[in-house]
C-alpha cells in the first residue's frame, strides 16, 4: 500500500512539473515597419489580446506561488522530526490537489481564449 501511495505521489509531481513547464508559443513574421507606426502604449488592440495578457499574469502568479509552497512545505518536511513528516505530508496532499487546479483552469482558459480569437464573426 505505501508503494502505490509514492507511486502516486511521484506520479503527480511528476504531472504538476510537466504542467509548469509546458508553454504555447506562436511564432510568426515580424515587420519592422508595421511596428515603427504603433501609438497604443498598452500594446492591446483587442478583447483576445487582453485576456490573453490577464491569462499570463495570472498563470504566472499561480507557478510562483506554487513554487515558493512547495518549496516551504519541502524545506519543513527536510528539517522536522519524523512526527511532524505525516503531517506535513498531509498538507501537501491539498497543496498538491489545488496546484493541479489553478493549473488546470489557467490552461483550459488559455485554450479557450485560444479558440475564441480564432473565430470569425
Known amino acids: ?7 502516486m505521489f511521484i ?12 508553454t504555447t508559443v506562436f511564432a510568426g513574421e515580424i515587420d519592422m515597419g508595421a511596428l515603427s507606426n ?6 492591446v488592440t483587442s478583447l483576445t489580446n487582453m485576456s ?7 498563470y504566472t502568479v499561480a507557478v510562483v506561488a506554487s513554487v515558493a509552497m512547495m518549496l516551504v512545505i ?3 518536511y527536510i528539517t522536522s522530526s519524523p512526527e511532524q513528516k505525516g503531517s506535513l505530508k498531509a498538507r501537501a496532499v491539498p497543496y498538491l490537489i489545488g496546484a493541479f ?9 488559455r ?11
Open 11 to 22: 506520479s503527480a509531481i511528476m504531472l504538476l512539473l510537466i504542467i509548469i513547464m509546458s
Open 38 to 43: 504603433i501609438s497604443n502604449p498598452t500594446g
Open 111 to 121: 485554450f479557450i481564449s485560444t479558440m475564441a480569437g480564432w473565430i470569425k464573426v
Open 101 to 109: 487546479l489553478v493549473f488546470g483552469a489557467a490552461n483550459i482558459l
Open 52 to 58: 490573453g495578457k490577464i491569462l499570463n499574469v495570472i
Open 1 to 7: 500500500m505505501k508503494n502505490i501511495k509514492k507511486i
Open 74 to 76: 519541502g524545506i519543513k
